[in-house]
């Protein structure tokens, strides 16, 4: 028995000096990549518990429950520079708002990152899509969809007209106080899915006429939000997310997925009729082609659950960020009578028409704000990329900050849009302010990441700026008046985008 409690403890003793050898080895590896490449240490966070970072950890969530985490992130990147390190469960994270930095992760070094467990976090909802997966899963996913946002597409406007007059059926003549926000994700989802599905699910009509869809407004919108709050969790756990379990997303998922795939089976049925778009009938009796996305994936492939996903992936961005963006800007507008007057003379100019894509291109005042709610409540406030392999970044580290910094493979790397938005070294002494009239000068480049930069830039940047650019000139055109009726501040809700916590409740007056 002692010969083989012996044997035992040697082949422990021995794996244990194997695996202590291998560690060193690495970091032997890494110290000389780190040294050829000239870099040093960035400035750490502060952390009471060193190696874990568990108390870091507490303190992202306290700030995301007490809705601070981007304002208390914008005064720790003043404070320590603009790039740091903290450890988290062992795993080194580096977090910055360099455009430098930036511009190497998602452009210059692209291959040397990837998405990590995105889609172990993301997966659940919205499976194997453009937003979730790499590699050449991602580049087949990104040559199937972004053919879907040719010019052609993005400039038929009927899709957004379609749902306007409903949109403004619901806003009080009155001058009573309505939330937009709400009303701005029901037109969304309304135009998304006449997008995606050739078929709008008419929230705002339900609205209009008081009823409610059992299936459809209650269960998938609520279903939809629900998941999205499950996955932003999951996020924020970090490694921990493991541990994390919610059945009632899962039935969230359940139900959303299963919506999808009825308007993917008609998709399938209509390509096997040998048809490529949906024809429709217009006001006039007269039949006529009109583009429908699901349609166009569906000739490119017959993979039930491909479709699915790239669906899902593409109706989140579709209805989220574009809802989110004119929820932040109108919230503003209405904290700025002057700001509201001034895009409502140029918007006259169209003498009450509906603009055509070229008069909405045109209209430099309407970019302006557009361009000046992104910067200041940019939709996508950050995001993260895993390191695929020892790597660099171009600065961030030595006392200076501007010494190339050494960043392991394995290391988490998060990018702050919405702090680099707000450095005064870049957009001047009012960068907390909305002031439209900056664009008149400004000419951005890795700065300005509304909408993500290099290979996976958005492929909808355009669809979504239309969009929200066209709701902003019909409602300019329909109220003379926008008051705000919300006596505090703008304050962050963040989920998978980022909107206003109280929503946006205002007045509107002819």
Known sequence: MSSQYSVSLIAGAIAVFIYALSVLRRRWTQYRFAREHNCQ?????????????????????????????????????????????????????????????????????????????????????????????????????????????????????????????DLIELIPKDGSTVDLQDLFFSYTIDSATEFLFGQSVESLKKRRSGGRDAFFENDFASAFNYAQHAIATRIRLGPLFRFYRDRKAEQCNRVCHALVEQFVDKALEVRAQGLDEKTLEDGDGEKKQRYVFLHGLAQ?????????????????????????????????????????????????????????YEQLRNLTYVKYCLNESLRLHPVVPGNARFANTDTVLPVGGGPDGQSPIFVPKGAIVTYSVWSMHRRE??????????????????????????????????????????????????????????????????????????????????????
């Open 41 to 165: 240490d960035p400035t750490w966070m502060p952390s009471k518990d060193p190696i874990f970072g568990l108390d870091n950890l507490y303190v992202t969530i306290q700030n995301v429950k007490e809705h601070k985490f981007l304002e208390r992130g914008l005064a720790r990147f003043n404070e320590l520079g603009n790039t740091m390190a903290t450890r988290r469960l062992f795993q080194t994270i580096i977090i910055t708002r360099d455009p430098q930095n930036i511009k190497t992760i998602l452009s210059l070094r692209f291959k040397d990152y990837g998405l990590g467990q995105r889609f172990k976090t993301f997966g659940s909802l919205l499976g194997h899509g453009i937003f979730t997966t790499d590699g050449e899963h991602w580049a087949q996913s990104r040559a199937m969809i972004r053919p879907n946002f040719v010019r052609e597409q993005v400039a038929d406007l009927a899709v957004f007209e379609a749902q306007m007059a």
């Open 300 to 356: 490119q492939t017959g993979d039930r659950r491909r479709i699915r996903d790239e669906v899902m992936n593409v109706l989140l961005a579709g209805r989220d960020t574009t809802a989110s963006l004119l929820s932040n800007l109108f919230f503003m507008l209405a904290k700025h009578p002057r700001i509201w007057a001034k895009l409502r003379d140029e918007v006259a100019s169209l003498n009450g028409r509906p603009p055509t």
């Open 425 to 510: 070294d870049f957009y001047g002494p009012d960068a907390n302010e909305f002031r439209p009239e900056r664009w008149a000068d400004l000419r951005p480049g890795w700065e300005y990441l509304p909408f993500n930069g290099g290979p996976r830039i958005c492929v909808g940047q355009q669809y979504a700026l239309t969009e929200a650019g066209y709701v902003t000139v019909r409602l300019a055109q329909q109220f003379a008046v926008l008051e705000s009726r919300d006596p505090g501040p703008w304050e962050e809700n963040l989920t998978l985008t980022l909107c206003s916590r109280n929503g946006t409740k205002v007045s509107l007056r002819n």
